[in-house]
Every structure is written in C-alpha cells, then in structure tokens.
C-alpha cells in the first residue's frame, strides 16, 4: 500500500508543476463547478448505478460492488487524466481534495443507503466504514503535500520545471500502467472466475458515467472544459478506497 501511495503522489507531484493559482481564486468565488462536481460525484452517479442495477440485474455481489464504486469518491488519478485531456487541472485537485474529505462520511450513507434499496441486502451492510485518519493520512501524504511542493517547484524554480515536466509526465504514465497491470493481476482469479458478469457492466457503467456527468454539467450551465473535468471526476472513482 505504501508503494502504491508513493506512486500516486509522484503522479500528484506532476500535474502540481503545471497549476496556476490564479485559478483556484477563480474556482472559489464563483463555486459553481466545485458544487457540480460534488453532486455529480455523491448525488447523480448513486442514482445512475441504482437504475443501472435495476435494469439490468447483476448478481447481487456484483451489484453491491457498482453502488460501493460509486459511493466512493474521484481518485488522483482522476487529476493526471483530466490534465492529458486538457481539462480543467485546478478544478479537478479541488475537487478530489473535497470529494476525498467528504467521503468519510458521504461514502458510508450513501452505500448503505443504495445498498438498503436492494431487495437482497446482507448482513454486512452495517459494518461498512470509512477510517478518517486513514483518510486523513491519505489526503495529507497523497494529494496535499505532492501538491504544495509541486506548486513550489513551479513557482520558485521555473527553469527546473521546464526541464522535469515532461520527464515527470512520463513517469507517471508509466507509474499508471503499473499500477493498472499489478492491480489486475492480483484480481485475476476473480477476474476469470466472473469476467462474462463483469465486463459489460464495467463498460456500461463507466460509459453511462462519464455522459451523464458532462451533459449534467453542460445542463447547470459550466462550459466545456470544466465539463469534461466533471465528468473524469465522476467516471473515475477511488476503487482503492472501495476495496479497502
């Protein structure tokens, strides 16, 4: 775990090097994208998942698996993706530090809300929990302290910055990839154990996810670039989180 802590930061670290603080001014006194990718995050993706399951009907487990993914809050991850389809970087870290804090307690309700919907609910609802200083640790170790020193970097030693960005960016798309393959192989006997269950509903899921964030969002009126960060923040969730 702590390996793969010290990976997300370096890749946190990255997208740090290209924020402009200005932004996050301007993200604050108007809140209106900050709000949109909350809601879309806690409110209109458990709503999506329940509706999913019901017409579609998987497996009980598999079901409880879809409401937990998306009880969970955005990943880090989501902030390097959001930065490589030109989305909005600095909307994407606000958010993720918000979703993060936020899921300590969102997570728990909104899981065994969803999950209380279904007919077929075990009994381990009620021990689902969230550990704040684990979170807590998290979102110190993982996002806020790569951030504040990737914003120094930037700032202080600007030639410096110019020449690790892109080596930096690399690394992290390696790091990525890494974490993926590993986080597959560790999964793969359930993978081949289940996989005509889960492949289409993975798709489905993650597809309808990212359409519904970003035509939620064009709804409230965000333009385009928040848009699409929205939706990665909603499409890709913390499964981390969800596994622990």
Known sequence: LWILNIALAV???GVALSLDLKNFKVLLLKPRALITGVTSQFIILPIITFFLIVLLDPLPGLALGMIMVSSCPGGNVSN???????????????????ASTLAVFLTP????????????????LDH????????????????????????VVSHKLPKLT???TKPIKFISIIILATII???????????????????????????VAFIAAYFYSKFLGNETQNS?????????????LGLV
Not at 80 to 98: D, H, P, R
């Open 181 to 207: 393959i590993m986080a597959f192989i560790a999964n793969l006997n359930v993978f081949t154990k289940y996989y005509q269950y889960i492949v289409y509903l993975v798709f489905i899921h993650n597809g």
């Open 80 to 98: 390097f993706y959001t930065s490589m389809a030109k989305g909005n970087i600095e909307l994407s870290v606000l958010l993720t530090v918000i």
């Open 228 to 240: 699409i960060t929205v939706s990665i923040e909603t499409g890709i969730q913390n499964s981390a």
């Open 109 to 124: 309700i909104n899981f065994k809300f969803w999950a209380g919907m279904m007919e077929t609910t075990p009994a381990f």
């Open 11 to 13: 890749i946190m670290f």
């Open 162 to 164: 110019k020449v690790i």
């Open 128 to 151: 689902i929990q969230v550990d704040f200083w684990q979170m807590v640790s998290t979102i110190l170790f993982v996002l806020l302290i790569p951030l504040i020193a990737g914003v």
